[in-house]
């Protein structure tokens, strides 16, 4: 039952992510600064889905991590970012996504 509540529910979850993470990329390239509270809210989402272990819900999702794989050209739109603790997130992020994909 735990699973297939988090099969429905992490997609939903996920795309909401994206959503926020890709207006704050977008957002940073046309303004200067961004107000704190906004690069707070983005820094806890990276964190948590760096957290984060989602159930497979298809046979070519081969595990935990794909969400992270899954997100990375949001990610990488993102490196750009003037925000220390932001760009230390993705760092940890793009490890996370190294060590699922099993590189060295």
């Not at 600064?33 to 272990?53: C, G, H, P, T, Y």
């Amino acid at each position: 039952m735990r699973r297939k509540i988090a099969q429905t529910t992490t997609p939903v979850l996920i795309t909401r992510c994206r959503l926020t993470l890709v207006k704050y990329a977008a957002d940073e390239a046309k303004a200067t600064q961004l107000s704190l509270n906004r690069a707070q809210e983005v820094n806890f989402i990276l964190e948590r889905l760096k957290m984060l272990d989602s159930f497979p819900d298809h046979s070519n999702q081969k595990n935990c991590k794909e969400h992270l794989i899954q997100l990375m050209p949001v990610f990488a739109d993102m490196i750009v970012t003037s925000d220390a603790q932001i760009k230390e997130s993705l760092r940890l992020i793009f490890h996370e996504i190294s060590r699922a994909l099993q590189l060295p």
